[in-house]
């Protein structure tokens, strides 16, 4: 074995082995509802012609349909008016067999995601986007649905650093979507969470003090190995296209390859966090067929 810093290289952290792991879990118990006559369904709406969109909601509808579960796509034209997309959430909300329903982002210019996500009922929120279910993660509650990429992270996390209490937690990019629920989760888990985003002063000195480093920031090659600490645990939630001399590439915020000699632990991209949020997404389906919140472990139900 050579640890020495020149040949020391990071642990993998395999996105695909623990999504897989959790799909299992989610179709066991699809099985069982089955049995019950319950066929655990996702409505997914997608508004406009982003070939990007495209492809993530047909990797969506086939993971759904990959664990048993039911899907339903809509597929509106970019020029679709608001009044018209909230008419549509409303009828779902109202169908019983529907039990998650999920807006793709983004959403064309001249539609308000605030408005449309706030129309979703909130026990059909997948999500998790919808301001109750915001408010109650704010509060450190993990009943509502929590937004699937933050689900994701912090079981990554758990699965490298069994206890994650006291760890300083930095993390980079604060939307809604990502950085602000993973904050809020880490600090559910007892971590000092410091939150950086682009106002922030000085993120590479914040970064070299974290234990675990989560970046969200949608910007290739952001952090370099000289923001890492020695040892930390550093989590890759980009994805950008960056076109290379032999075609496309799909890269993190993180340079990977200076991040892998000093990091304890890192999540690849592709392979990491992605998966992931796919697996969340059908916890998170199961959960609404179920009638629960992300954080609510199964119901056992007693044979008979
Ligand atoms: N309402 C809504 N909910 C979302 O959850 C949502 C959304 N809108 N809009 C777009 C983003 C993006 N997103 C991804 C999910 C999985 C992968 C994923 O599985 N990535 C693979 C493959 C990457 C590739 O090759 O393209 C990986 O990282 O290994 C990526 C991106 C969910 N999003």
Request: proline fraction near 5%; charge should be neutral.
């Amino acid at each position: 074995m050579h640890n020495n810093s020149s040949s020391h290289r990071a642990t993998l952290i395999d996105g695909r082995a623990e999504a897989a792991v959790l799909k299992g879990l989610v179709a066991h118990e699809v099985t069982r509802l089955q049995a019950r006559g319950i066929t655990p369904s996702l409505a997914v709406v997608l508004v406009g012609e982003d070939p990007a969109s495209h492809i993530y909601v047909r990797n969506k509808i086939r993971a759904v349909e990959a664990v048993g579960m039911r899907s339903i796509s809509y597929r509106l034209p970019a020029h679709t008016p608001q009044a018209e997309l909230l008419e549509l959430v409303s009828s779902l909300n109202t169908d019983a067999a529907v039990h998650g329903i999920l807006v793709q982002l983004p959403l064309p210019a001249h539609i308000d995601r605030d408005v449309v996500t706030d129309a979703i009922t909130p026990a059909k929120d997948v999500d998790g986007f919808h301001i109750d279910n915001a408010g109650k993660l704010a509060v450190g509650r993990e009943d509502g649905m929590i937004p699937c990429t933050a689900v994701g992270c912090r079981l990554l996390l758990r699965r490298v650093l069994p206890d994650l209490a006291g760890l300083h937690a930095v993390i980079i990019g604060c939307s809604n979507i990502v950085g602000r629920p993973t904050a809020r989760l880490l600090l559910n888990e007892g971590c000092t969470v410091v939150m950086t985003h682009l106002q922030s002063r000085d993120v590479a000195a914040e970064a070299r003090r974290a234990d675990i480093l989560v970046v969200a920031a949608g910007h290739a090659g952001l952090v370099r190995g000289d923001w890492i600490k020695p040892g930390a645990v550093v989590i890759d939630v980009g994805i950008n296209r960056v076109e290379q001399h032999d075609g496309a590439r799909i890269v993190g915020d993180v340079e990977f390859d200076e991040a892998v000699l000093k990091a304890a632990a890192i999540t690849p991209v592709p392979g990491g966090v992605g998966p992931m949020t796919i697996a969340c997404l059908l916890w998170n389906t199961l959960c609404a067929a179920q009638g629960r919140g992300t954080g609510q472990l199964p119901r056992t139900e007693s044979a008979g």
